[in-house]
């Protein structure tokens, strides 16, 4: 099962991918992608130690593109590298749960780079693998904008989650991503509410959704202990009384419904 989770920046969408990936380890081997430019998922995973993004690993790029990272347009480089291999490699083992493993995908930030250039060619290819081929659960924290997901890719996938919190903005997020995923051919999508405090809150986002005609999931409340987990750098899931955990488990349920 492919699942790839966005949403406005701010919403919680890494810490419930990471909370995600720990909770269907328990029973399923699960790859957590880190395909978000601002890379906190090992965060919320409690991996605190340094991470080298694979947009960066100057030596790997050369060797299966033929060709350095930030090469100009005009130079040739192989369009479909070998990355079979890769997620045996580069992946981080989750020191609490072997049936998780960690990849942060990283991203090309030169300006003059654009879409065409040795890095980001590895990073699709990684990421056509992941999803075409790989057999485990793989769950991919994206960033808002889904316009770098190829098609084909794109299709593979089971389910877009878009997480977001009950306010006028995350809606506008919200829509623009669904207008995306249109476009590149992913059919399923729901959305989860996170951080909702009352009841007020709820009926406004549900209403709003309504008229995007996209269904819930799952509503997660506004927790204090996801903000203690954050600031002691540790999983969610070690805080067993956590409201917010609760749900993410129920929520988790009904996402294994769809792989059932």
Known sequence: MKIAITGKGGV???TFSGTLACILAEKYKVYAIDADPDMNLASSLGI???ITPISKMKDLIKERTGAEPGSSFGEVFKA??????????LSIKYSENENLKLMVM??????GDGCVCPASV??????RHLVLKK???????????IEHFGRKTAEAVDLMIVVTEPSSKSFETVERIKILSKDIGIKSIACVLNKVSNKEELEFAENNLKKMNLSIIGCIPYD?????ADMNREPLI???NSKALFSIRKISEKVLELKN
């Open 12 to 14: 919680g969408k890494t």
């Open 106 to 111: 990283g991203t090309v930030e030169k300006g």
């Open 135 to 145: 057999d485990e659960i793989v769950i991919l924290d994206m960033e808002a904008g």
């Open 122 to 127: 590895l990073l699709k290819a990684l990421m």
């Open 80 to 89: 479909n590298p070998k990355t079979s291999d890769l997620p045996d490699l």
């Open 238 to 240: 070690n805080y067993k």
């Open 224 to 228: 204090k202990e996801v903000s203690k």
């Open 48 to 50: 605190t130690k340094e």
